[in-house]
């Protein structure tokens, strides 16, 4: 008689592991549930997977092939995956069985190797953090920790809806911030684009008008020429600086990225522009005291959690400043004496933290922080679009109202002088 291996759920909801002698898969299944247990797998020891929850038994469940996939799993797909997630452990279904059924509902792509990977490693043996941290394209490290706080507080169902809860507010703010800079940027664009074509196609037709009736050129004329000429005939030629600058630019700002230094540098000179600067710097500073108000929320202990948040602050200033916090409370100082020696974050900021510090409430000040910070973001993105329209408006204007006003002074000059002639 063979013995079978299961795992089965009990009228509790509760997870079941055991082993069972039976003559086949059918016999064994029959035997689990006169036990008054619900089994989700089932197979034989020492041999092939005999049956699955959902499968009929005693017929082997088909694997579905492995599909190509490029690049990592969107933030969305993720956050989508751990609310249902929530859903199915706060319904008593085993870790386990709700991986599998949430595999199974994906379309073919990266997201469900992994989840299929997951399921694998789960039923090695595997605690679902570690299953998950071999995958770091799906579940970065503040996911894994954060999993297995849940895991280990037997919480997990209220650890996946916060992470949920957290990855949506910090798409929601990244959003926000990406949609404030959209509109400016395309205005530039087509603005620069208009007015190069100006100057490519318009301007040399004036100026051989110019030269053809010998009209001495006002100062604003020859500039606007010389400009022209430039993007036309410069060595190299204007126009091309124009298109490949941004390019270039974009260049220099990835490989000045690879190093700390580098990232250091370019998150201060992001940090010091005006009105952006601003909501970029509110920003990072919504997303650290989130995600570590998170973290401790969690269990995760302060200084595993100050790790994990200085990883994927994603800015070196606040980096930095939180490395510091680190050594300073490993020496036994408190969490906000570093942090307003750092001077990179408001007092504000630095005087809710010491308040929680002292009533113990550090994670819920460190949320009331990040919430007054996102609403804060939301009133200077409406300034900014509300600042921004004006000036575009205004600078386009003057520099259309240049352009036209030096093309048309040699004309002016040239009617005079015609009507005065006849």
Known sequence: MAK????????????????????SSKDALAKIRNLGYFPTRIREKGGRKAAAAGGAPGKKKKSGGMTISIGGVSTKLITQFTRQLSTLQDAGLPVLRSIHILGEQQKPGLMKNVLRGVGEDVEGGSTLSEAFAKHPKAFNRLYVNMIAAGETGGVLDVICQRLAEFMEKSQK?????????IYPITVVFFAVG??????????????????????????????????????????????????FSPVGFLIFYRLARQSRGGRF?????????????????KTAVARFTRTLGTLINAGVPILEAINITKETS?????????????DSIREGDTFANPLRASKVVD??????????????DLDTMLIKVADNYDDEVDTLVGSL???LEPILVITLGGIVGFIVVALFMPLVSLIESVSSGG
């Open 4 to 23: 079978f291996v299961y795992e089965a759920m009990n009228q509790a909801g509760q997870e079941v592991k055991d082993e069972v002698e039976a003559p």
């Open 385 to 387: 679009f509300s600042l």
């Open 347 to 360: 007092s504000i900021v630095v005087n809710m933290i010491d308040v929680g510090e002292e009533t113990g």
């Open 265 to 281: 540098a370019t998150d201060i000179a992001i940090m010091k522009m005006p009105v952006m600067g601003s909501i970029i710097s």
């Open 314 to 326: 994603g800015n070196e200033v606040l980096a930095r400043a939180l490395e510091h916090v680190h």
């Open 173 to 181: 703010l990244k959003r926000k911030v990406v949609g404030a800079m």
């Open 194 to 243: 208009i007015v190069t074509g100006i100057m490519i196609v318009v301007v040399p037709k004036f100026q051989e008008i110019f030269r053809d009736f010998g009209v001495d050129l006002p100062s604003p004329t020859q500039f606007l020429i010389g400009f022209s000429d430039w993007i036309v005939n410069g060595s190299p030629p204007g126009w091309t600086l124009i298109l």
